[in-house]
């Protein structure tokens, strides 16, 4: 049983960067593509980004292209995001899930079978 621990929110002010964690418990995910994705209030959970199972591939949603970057420690069994530039509208709670199957179909949510509780990243203009 995989257990997805997500950390490093908070709030920050607009322009600042913030570095998530998501730590995996009880079973290696090393061999396994992970994703992170947000959802903010009133709103549904969207796709932010992805990482291969070798951290060979990612790839990002258009609105956080360029500011944020996904990447693993497979050793550690953690993934990062690293979130520069952050804007306002960042502001939503950030998950981390793993994907099962192939790499592909990596946007859709209903691809991951196991998700963190969340962390809540705040960023005031």
């Known amino acids: 049983q995989v257990q997805l621990v997500e950390s490093g929110g908070g709030l920050v002010q607009a322009g600042a960067s913030l570095r998530l964690s998501c730590t995996a418990n009880g079973r290696a995910v090393s061999n396994m593509a992970m994703g992170w994705f947000r959802q903010a209030p009133g709103k549904e959970r969207q796709f932010v980004g992805v990482i291969s199972w070798r951290g060979a ?26 979130m520069n530039s952050l804007k306002p509208e960042d502001t939503a709670v950030y998950y981390c899930a793993r994907k099962v199957g192939t790499y592909s179909g990596y946007r859709d949510l209903n691809n991951y079978i196991t998700w963190g509780q969340g962390t809540q990243v705040t960023v005031s203009s």
């Open 57 to 82: 591939t990612t790839d990002y949603a258009d609105s956080v292209k360029g500011r944020f970057t996904i990447s693993r420690d497979n050793a550690k069994n953690t993934v990062y995001l690293q």
